[in-house]
């Protein structure tokens, strides 16, 4: 892995690692079906999955959301930046 990989990601993923199999698989399973579905409405957890405990998964979804967090806060500076520089510095897009 890169050093510049951000430190929420590796945790995540390190998280990630730590779950059961089936937590692993309730986990890869939700991802599966949002990317599928494109949206972020709840989704139905299986009925397979619905004995992992929320202590189980609690580390790995504190990760997540710090990690969504950040990407949030980063597209968010990038709008602005291009916004500024579009119509404040009247720049266009190709500079």
């Known amino acids: 892995m890169k050093k510049s990989v951000n430190g929420n990601v590796v945790k995540m993923i390190w998280e ?5 199999e089936e937590g692993k698989k309730a986990v890869s399973e939700q991802i599966r079906k949002i990317n599928e579905e ?11 999955y619905r004995e992992i405990s929320k202590s189980e998964i609690e580390l790995y979804e504190e990760a997540f959301q710090q990690t969504y967090s950040n990407i949030i806060q980063e597209s968010s500076k990038l709008a602005c930046w291009v916004y500024d520089h579009k119509y404040n510095k009247g720049l266009s897009l190709k500079k």
């Open 38 to 48: 494109d949206k972020v409405e709840p989704i139905e957890i299986l009925e397979e």
């Open 16 to 20: 990630f690692m730590q779950l059961s």
